[in-house]
């Protein structure tokens, strides 16, 4: 059934879709390569090395082998009804707020269908999507995917103090900055905290600030909350869906994946009021449609054992943070003895680290495409062994410059991952300062 090769004729006409221009390039696909190729230690995606807790696989294994063996086939579109259900029942208790499960709550494959959602859902040709930076990358292509025009607005580095670490909150948003990003024009905010790179974790004067523009200006906030329950020192992680006149203009977004440490499993969920899913919903059932049924159902379980343990040193989203919080001061103590000093974060399971005093062994080329930090991380992933992720990355093309001297760690590692790297980072100083 061949054609003969004479009669072949090959495609002449453009095959790519216009929405897809500008948004080819992927860092984690470049950046996941190289490691798996050149690392020994991989500190660069976000992802646990630690298996996820037993009572969670054992739900997974009960859900496959169990009596119930409709848990194989298709479950509810919108979200397999127990785990809508209990997702309802713990955000009522976060929200303060009475919730439907079926109108209420919508899962995704992971908080990034979620997204994809929400920016198909409601952007349109024209509409100004406000992303504040750094920020997690897909939000950029899936607005410009939407047709929409991502509109950046900076965290700010407060100057260092001397001699002392700095903390994720030394990154700032410039109030009057952020104030004149909004317009007409603007249909929406991505709110991501705590946030991916830098672990900040937003006050509430500052979620209020964000709020009171939202409502001045009619604008909808997608609140990428994945890394709710990770968060240190006592600090609180304010919900911006709680604060006044927010609940009926935001989309709550969350993951298994980084609840439960279980990346691979892709269960996210949203969560914001009926006249906002609704449109959620249309989205879904025309592209997804609906999620693996045995990981919502374990999933389901796992906030079940959580909502009776709320609180209790038992919980895990109790002990989970605990045990981060511990790794994240090892390797803060593992960076800053080299000299590569960390920004101690606040929340989520990563931190950025200042890489200027290893300058002389990476040197800059002037006029270069590459912003430093990645051709450094591209060189100690080949060089050292040890994988990061260039901060440039969580920057819009115009802005990668901005700050190029920083690299993102993950900690969410087994102790003897965490102390190879610490090796690693040792046998470097040693090497640089040998006489
Ligand atoms: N948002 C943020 C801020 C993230 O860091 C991630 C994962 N790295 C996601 C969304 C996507 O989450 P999931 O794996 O559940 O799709």
Known sequence: TFLPLSLQTKMSRPVQARRLEGTDKNIWVE?????????????????????????????????????????????????????????????????????????????????????????????????????????????????????????????????????????????????????????????????????????????????????????????????????????????????????????????????AGKTFSVTGWKVGWTVGPNHLLQHLRTVHQNSVYHCATAAQEAVAQGFQRELELYGTPESYFVQLPKELQQKRDWLVQSLDAVGMKPIIPEGTYFLVADISKFKSDVPDVPDSDEPYDSRFAKWMMKNKGLAAIPLSAFYCGAHKNNYNNFVRFCFAKEEATLKAANDILQKWKWENTRP
Not at 72 to 82: L, S
Not at 147 to 152: A, H, Q, R, Y
Not at 168 to 180: F, G
Not at 200 to 222: G, N, P, Q, T, W
């Open 31 to 255: 950046f996941v390569k190289l490691a798996a190729t050149y690392s020994t230690v991989n500190l660069g995606q976000g992802f646990p090395d630690f298996p996820p807790p037993d009572f969670l696989k054992e739900a997974f294994v009960r859900a496959l082998s169990g009596e119930n063996h409709m848990l194989n086939q298709y479950t509810r579109a919108f979200g397999h009804p127990p785990l809508v259900k209990i997702l309802a029942q713990f955000f009522e208790k976060l929200l303060g707020r009475e919730l439907d499960p079926m109108t209420n709550v919508m899962v995704t494959v992971g908080a990034y269908q979620a997204l994809f959602c929400c920016f198909q859902a409601f952007v349109d040709e024209g509409d100004e999507v406000i992303i504040i930076e750094p920020f997690f990358d897909c939000y950029e292509p899936m607005v410009k995917m939407a047709g929409g025009t991502p509109v950046f607005v900076p965290l700010r580095l407060k100057d260092p103090e001397d001699g002392k670490l700095m903390s994720s909150a030394a990154w700032q948003l410039d109030p009057t900055e952020l104030a004149s990003k909004f317009s007409e024009r603007t249909k929406a905010i991505v709110l991501n905290s705590p946030n991916n790179p830098l672990g900040k974790v937003f006050s509430r004067a500052e979620l209020e600030l964000i709020a009171k523009l939202c409502v001045k200006h009619d604008v909808l906030c997608i609140s990428d909350e994945v890394y709710e329950w990770l968060v240190y020192d006592g600090k609180e992680h304010v919900r911006i869906a709680s604060l006044q006149g927010m609940w009926d203009r935001t989309v709550i977004i969350g993951s």
